[in-house]
Structures are given as structure tokens and as C-alpha cells.
């Protein structure tokens, strides 16, 4: 990513270039809150080489494909440039593989408020506060309906001045 001008060696990024970033990184971060995509099948579907009868319950966990090699490069790895347009085609990732809002005519009516919501927050967050990280190790996570960090995100929040 083109930087815009660095100053003491801290790159700065012009405010699309800041726009893109965001949006990579909660591309790249909301599927781990999004552990399972629960539905009630209405029709007989076939599916997963077998028929799953009308009125099942199911529940799909993203891990499965999110996490998986033959989809991803590095899954494991923090590289939200991997939802940057141009890397999406050269890497011939799904365009339907993540959808933590769901997709179809019940999809989440919120989603851009939702989006939108993030976006701000962060931004401005970002804007009052320079996030250090206090440990060197991820927080490890436990499930409570969501996958939650356990026990807390280990940053500290400085003001900037
Ligand atoms: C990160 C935040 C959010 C996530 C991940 C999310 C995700 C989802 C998912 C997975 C569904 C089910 C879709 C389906 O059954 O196919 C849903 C439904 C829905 N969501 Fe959200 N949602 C979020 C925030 C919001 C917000 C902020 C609103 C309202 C402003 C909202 C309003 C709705 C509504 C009304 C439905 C029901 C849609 C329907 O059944 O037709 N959601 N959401």
C-alpha cells in the first residue's frame, strides 16, 4: 500500500488509503466473532452429498472454510490485504465465503448500519487513542454464543495529544 508521507518513520496513510485498511481489517477479524450461521431448512436441500430433510436445524460453522488451506492462503495469519480487490481475484477467493450477515432474502437487514457503526467507532477510537499491545501472544478465546477473547484484549489505549 502506497504511503501518502511518513513522519518519524510512522507511515501515515491518505484517508482512502485509511478507508480501505479499516474495511480489510474487519473483513478480516468479523468472521471470528461469527462462529456459527444457524437456520431452519425450509425445503428439502441436498447438500454435503446427502438430503437434509425439510424443517432440520442447522448449524454451519465458517471455521470450516475459513480456516482451511484449500480457500485461504496463511489462514491462520493476520493479513487483512487478503480482502483488498486486486489480491481477491489473483487468489480466486469466493465471493460468497464470508458472510457473517448472511445472504438471501432473510440476510441481516442491518448490515450497513452495522458496517457503518464499525467503521465510525473505530475511526474514532483510532483518532483519540494510539492501541498498543501489551502482551505478544493473542488472547486466547472462549465460547459464550460468540467466541469472546478470554479474558481481555490485552491493550493499552494511550490518548494521543
Ligand atoms: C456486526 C453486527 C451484525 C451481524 C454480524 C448481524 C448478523 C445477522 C444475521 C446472521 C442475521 C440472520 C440472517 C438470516 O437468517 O439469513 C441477521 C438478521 C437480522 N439483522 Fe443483523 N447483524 C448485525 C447487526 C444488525 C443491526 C445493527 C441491525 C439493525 C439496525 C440488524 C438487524 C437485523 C434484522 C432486522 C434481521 C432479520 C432479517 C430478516 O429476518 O428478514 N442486524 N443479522
Not at 456459527?36 to 430433510?53: D, E, G, M, T
Amino acid at each position: 500500500m502506497a504511503m501518502a508521507q511518513e513522519q518519524d518513520n510512522i507511515p501515515s496513510l491518505t484517508r482512502q488509503e485509511a478507508e480501505e485498511f479499516i474495511t480489510q481489517i474487519l473483513m478480516e477479524k468479523m468472521p471470528e466473532r461469527d462462529v456459527i450461521s444457524a437456520k431452519w431448512i425450509n425445503r428439502l436441500i441436498k447438500a454435503f452429498h446427502s438430503k437434509v430433510p425439510y424443517q432440520t436445524y442447522v448449524d454451519l460453522n465458517p471455521y470450516v472454510w475459513l480456516r482451511n488451506k484449500q480457500y485461504f492462503r496463511d489462514p491462520d495469519k493476520f493479513l487483512p490485504e487478503r480482502w483488498l480487490r486486486s489480491e481477491r481475484e489473483s487468489t480466486h477467493i469466493h465471493p460468497y465465503i464470508l458472510n457473517p450477515f448472511s445472504i438471501g432474502t432473510r440476510m441481516c437487514a442491518g448490515r450497513r448500519f452495522a458496517e457503518q457503526d464499525l467503521y465510525v467507532g473505530l475511526c474514532r477510537l483510532l483518532l483519540k487513542f494510539r492501541l498498543v499491545a501489551t502482551d505478544s501472544a493473542p488472547p486466547s478465546q472462549e465460547w459464550r454464543m460468540l467466541l469472546r477473547p478470554k479474558p481481555n484484549i490485552p491493550l493499552r489505549f494511550i490518548p494521543r495529544e
